[in-house]
T-cell receptor
Framework: NAGVTQTPKFQVLKTGQSMTLQCAQDMNHNSMYWYRQDPGMGLRLIYYSASEGTTDKGEVPNGYNVSRLNKREFSLRLESAAPSQTSVYFC?????????????FGDGTRLSIL | DQQVKQNSPSLSVQEGRISILNCDYTNSMFDYFLWYKKYPAEGPTFLISISSIKDKNEDGRFTVFLNKSAKHLSLHIVPSQPGDSAVYFCAATREGNLIFGKGTKLSVKP
């Protein structure tokens, strides 16, 4: 069982370059999420998709865009990367949005912006 | 303003002893609390949760206690094992989204 798969696992970008982080889940979950984790910080929500066809901003959306391509896939795009976006990015999914079921996380994408 | 606080960045415990990880929250509207465990280079994995209407939930070696009047919850691990060494995140839910604390790094020494 793959669960939540994120690609790539590592990436180095130059300031101003663009990049799309991919996420796919095979658990037939309706809601999907993108978080970032910085040293000494918890996970902060960037964007989420409560269900296929919807996306909403989280706590730290500036500099990012998302696409819910279908029920399985939720991508995160950096249009013009900045050093402040150096972070570890986690994708997660859950059965339904308004639920107390836990979110399931991928193993992260480690992104460095020079 | 941090709504979920884990005030201890790290905790060191001897194998076989009890580990107690603490978490405080400020928003009385949270309806569910969860603990996640994270190993290096991996994503967080769900460990245990508790509804705001309960005060205790137990799963094997892991017990979570909730004190609503104090807005405090704690995770007890008994007995602690070296494989429990990881970062533990406390999280709370409200209106569908999770809000995480900054984490506590637990080291269990043999």
């Amino acid at each position: 069982n793959a669960g939540v798969t994120q690609t790539p696992k590592f990436q180095v970008l130059k300031t101003g370059q663009s990049m799309t982080l991919q996420c796919a889940q095979d658990m037939n979950h309706n809601s999907m999420y993108w978080y970032r984790q910085d040293p000494g910080m918890g996970l902060r929500l960037i964007y989420y998709s409560a269900s296929e066809g919807t996306t909403d901003k989280g706590e730290v959306p500036n500099g990012y865009n998302v696409s819910r391509l279908n029920k399985r896939e939720f991508s995160l795009r950096l249009e013009s990367a900045a050093p402040s976006q150096t972070s570890v990015y986690f994708c997660a999914s859950r059965t339904v949005f308004y639920s107390n079921q836990p979110q399931h996380f991928g193993d992260g994408t480690r992104l460095s912006i020079l | 303003d941090q709504q979920v606080k884990q005030n201890s960045p790290s905790l060191s415990v001897q194998e076989g002893r009890i580990s107690i990880l603490n978490c405080d929250y400020t928003n009385s509207m949270f309806d569910y609390f969860l603990w996640y465990k994270k190993y290096p280079a991996e994503g967080p994995t769900f460990l245990i949760s508790i509804s705001s209407i309960k005060d205790k939930n137990e799963d094997g070696r892991f017990t979570v206690f909730l004190n609503k009047s104090a807005k405090h919850l704690s995770l007890h691990i008994v007995p602690s094992q070296p494989g429990d060494s990881a970062v533990y995140f406390c999280a709370a839910t409200r209106e569908g989204n999770l809000i995480f604390g900054k984490g506590t790094k637990l080291s269990v020494k043999p």
